[in-house]
C-alpha cells in the first residue's frame, strides 16, 4: 500500500512541476514569420528574440490557460491529500484520503486533457494553415507528459485505496 502511495506522489509531484513549467513556459509552438523564427506559449509570443505578452483575449487561450492552472491546482491538492494519506488520524476514518488524491489526480488529468485537446484543435486547424512551417515544441509535450504522470498517480492512489480496502475486509469483525 505505501509503495502505490510513494509511487503516486511521486508521479504527482513531477507532474505538478511540469505542469507549473509548461504553462509558464512559451515555447508551445514554433514557426517561421517573415524569415524569423518565432516561438509562442501561453503568455507570450516572440520573434526574433523580442517577447511581447499576448494580449489578445482569443478565447482558446483563456480556456487553454484556465483548464491548465484548474489542472495545477488539483494536482497540489491530491498532492496534500497524498501527504495526508500516510499520516492515520482517528478522526478521519471515514474519509479515505488515498481515494481522494486519486479522484484529485484523475480530476487533474481530464484538465489537462480539455486543455491540451483545445489547443491542439485549434494550432491545427487555424494557426497550422496560417503559418507555412511550424511545429509544436518542448512546452506543448511537457503538458502532455504531466498529463501522464497525473494519470498514473491517480491509478497508484486507487490502487492503494483498493488494497486498504481489501485488508479491511479480511479482519475479524
Known amino acids: 500500500m505505501y509503495s502505490f502511495m510513494g509511487g503516486g506522489l511521486f508521479c504527482a509531484i513531477v507532474g505538478n512541476i511540469l505542469l507549473v513549467v509548461s504553462t509558464a513556459t512559451d515555447y508551445w509552438m514554433q514557426y517561421r514569420l517573415s524569415g524569423n523564427y518565432a516561438h509562442q506559449g501561453l503568455w507570450r509570443y516572440c520573434i526574433s528574440n523580442k517577447c511581447y505578452m499576448q494580449t489578445d483575449s482569443i478565447a482558446y487561450w483563456n480556456a487553454t490557460r484556465a483548464f491548465m492552472i484548474l489542472s495545477g491546482m488539483s494536482c497540489f491538492a491530491?498532492?496534500?491529500?497524498?501527504?495526508?494519506?500516510?499520516?492515520?488520524?482517528?478522526?478521519?476514518?471515514?474519509?479515505?484520503?488515498?481515494f481522494a488524491a486519486g479522484i484529485m489526480f484523475f480530476v487533474s488529468t481530464f484538465f489537462v486533457l480539455l486543455g491540451m485537446a483545445i489547443y491542439t484543435g485549434v494550432t491545427i486547424n487555424f494557426l497550422g494553415r496560417r503559418f507555412g512551417y511550424w511545429r509544436f515544441s518542448w512546452s506543448y509535450i511537457l503538458g502532455w507528459v504531466a498529463m501522464l504522470m497525473n494519470f498514473f498517480a491517480g491509478i497508484f492512489y486507487i490502487c492503494a485505496y483498493r488494497m486498504c480496502e481489501c485488508r479491511r475486509g479480511n479482519g475479524p469483525r
Request: glycine letters at 10%.
Open 78 to 98: 491530491g498532492i496534500i491529500a497524498g501527504i495526508m494519506s500516510f499520516a492515520h488520524f482517528s478522526s478521519f476514518e471515514r474519509f479515505n484520503r488515498s
